[in-house]
């Protein structure tokens, strides 16, 4: 099979286009003929400085595919059944090989596409928002990076729930095509501070819940949006910057700073019946997943390289 690989951390142009071994079927999982590979930031971190699991390493958590091989323990799916996965590695590839718990059942007229996006980036926004977030109905919310998978997620999912939505992004322009997904105010955060814009927006209450998928100095920021009992969802470093915040200021107004990993759970029931509600969802319509851009897996080192440049509104595709 064909897959992008790489042979040793760096930017993206480390990444090759190479035949590799095809994968062996594990008793317990299965083995997809992938459709679409939705790019993660965890992916580009990987790439970037994480373990090179195998040699040649085939980054990815996340793809659509339809399976072409059942393990003998597994009873729950079928050949041909179309389904969305995620692991630790793998998705970068033709066919990729996946435990079948990791497996979600794409409704029949649902897009593989669109399914591909939803369990890392949907699932993590829902975790941020309800599960460690506690939002409620008439709350405030700041999603930082909100034209991200992450971002877009997390601004469908909080005005679903009857919240005010704040978010953050790099231009006027793109702001303004966040609120057809339910934005309500947006900060361009190269233009001014993002903790004065957020006070300024809220008659100086600040926010409720802050979704913070970037890190780094951005952290500090969302820190200081905080109101009183404010709660922050840190998830991810996209920012790849030290963690160096002081988080005494948290204190004063009892407010809290929580990390989510959605990796820590997704093997829970918990998780996995969450997942599979979302997917649901969008099958019928109720949350919108939206595609940037597609690229061919051949010019994997070209998409990773467009996702770093900060342009995307949505996620970004490779199609085997």
Known sequence: MKAAVYYENGTPDVLRYEDVPDPVCHPKGVIIRVLAVSIEGGDTLNRWRGPLVTTPHIVGYQASGEIVEVGSEVEHLKVGQKVATVDGFGSHAELRPVPARNCWPIPDGFDPRLAAVIPVAFGTAHDCLFEFGRLKAG?????????????????????RAGATVLATASSDERLERLKQWGLDHGVNYKAEDVARAVMRLTDKKGVNLVVDSVGGATLAGSLASLGHRGRCSMVGNAGREPMTVDVSSLMGGNRSLTGVFLGAEIMTDRAHDMIQGLIDSAARGEIEVVIDREFPLSEAAAAHAYIESRQAVGRVLLIP
Do not use: D, F, H, P
């Open 139 to 159: 709350e405030t919310v700041l999603v930082q990076a909100g034209a991200s998978g992450v971002g877009l997620a997390a601004i469908q999912l909080a005005k």
